[in-house]
């Protein structure tokens, strides 16, 4: 439509300046501008009609022209298909020059593209490099890291091969559900085995064991394998290669478990406690003969003691001076005392120290015989803490005054016609003290004695000794007499001569 008013527009210009007889010349005019600009929508052919279409209506009536001749005829079809020719050629160089056009905008628009695409590509390059360092960083932390793990369990490992190479123990690693053992090259050496020597089951270890150990062993490895909480640690014998039995300290645990809680594996040490061992039975021994010797000492003492009371005895019964016997059973009575100390020095389990109120009450049982004249009506009452030990160096002074104590009750507080006297004897050790109250009903001290200064061997006696022990005395003389005496039961108390 555009190209045939386009047309109509230039033909009505150009029929103001050409004759009627120029049709042919304004029909090629047509044909140009038309396939020129038709061309570019509508095609040749279309051109080419709408050319002669408006030839036809534009021209006639006005200028039809009729073919009258042959040879204008030819010449109006040559005419016809040059016009056709040269639109088709126009055309096709317009075509040409507009693909070419568009080739070359084509190419512009790739060429962005690949611009565009190349951008983009740098830019993913790019930040893929970005994220490649930083990764590769993080890798080499990584590494790094790894490295100094690595080093450190290297260490580790070492300090361990060496501490154990230093200590001489040899480990066992079971693995309870197969049965399997590893036992390490110093397990083996410490038996005499070379390595690989010993197969790696626990057999080996089982048939190892001393017939005597064997039982209890088991009996310890179950326990512990029942219940971890039982330490597994223990020393036991197990045969060498060359048949001899050696001492060896066993440590061990379970250290994995299965999905039920039954123990999978269980690692441990061996250690070589032999000559440690033969020591220690050497000691043990060498203790024991100590032991007997000393019950032999305490035994001999306490016999040589008894064989003074005899003669002592004997030469009372040669005397006739009633209280030269007297003194003299005084004296055998406080040997005795000792003699009893030593008695039950020896019957005590550790040797060192006696039961106090073990001592006590045998010795006044032992007064009440020798008194028994005196004291056939007099009670005694023991209230002593059975806690209380006392060593030779405690008991051998405390003993001499209780029993010059009690001595003295049962021969001067009582009348032979009295019935109801008591003698009241209380000890407790208090922050390493020990207190005694000993105390009678009887008739008290004459007031001929000086309590603070006597001039009579017993209370002498126990004053010293009080003051041996580095103890204090308080007396009271009341209704009866009453003895307050304290003092420290460390074993540092000097030993003096008694
Ligand atoms: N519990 C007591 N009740 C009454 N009088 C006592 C009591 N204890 C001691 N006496 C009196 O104190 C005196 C002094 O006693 P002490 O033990 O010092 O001497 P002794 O018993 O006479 O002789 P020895 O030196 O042989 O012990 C005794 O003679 C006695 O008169
Ligand atoms: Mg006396």
Known sequence: VVSVGFIGLVKSLLESFITHESPFLLFMVAVFVSSYYGAKRAGVLATVLAAIVSDYFFLAPYHSFVISEVGQGIQLSLFFLEGITLSLGVAKLKKMRSEAEFSRLEILRQQEQLQSLNYSLDRRVTERTEKLTEVNQKLSHIIQAQAMTENALRQSEERLHLALEASGDGIWDWKIDTGKVYLSPQWEQMLGYSLGDLPGNVNTWSNLIHPEDSHWVMEQLNAHLADHNVPYDFNYRMQTKSGDWKWIANYGKVVDHDGQGQPRRMVGIHRDIHERKQIELQIAESLREKEVLLKEVHHRVKNNLQVICSLLNLQARSLHN??????????????????????????????????????????????????????????????????????????????????????????????????????????????????????????????AVDLYHPDTLGLQLVRDLVEQLHGSIEIKNTSGVIFNIAFPLSDDIEKGDI
């Open 322 to 447: 009633v209280q030269l016997q007297e003194q003299l059973q005084d004296s055998r009575s406080r040997i005795r005392s000792m003699a009893l100390v030593h008695e039950k020095l020896y019957q005590s389990p550790s040797l060192s120290k006696i039961s106090f109120v073990g001592y006590i009450g045998d010795l006044a049982q032992q007064l009440l015989r020798t008194y028994s004249r005196q004291s056939s009506q007099v009670s005694l009452n023991l209230d002593i803490d059975i806690a209380i030990e006392l060593t030779i160096d405690t008991a051998v002074p405390c003993g001499l005054i209780l029993q010059e104590l009690i001595s003295n009750t049962l021969k001067y507080a009582f009348t032979p016609s009295t019935k109801d006297g008591w003698i009241y004897l209380r000890a407790k050790a208090l922050d390493n003290h020990l207190t005694v109250v000993y105390e009678d009903n009887g008739c008290g001290f004459p007031p």
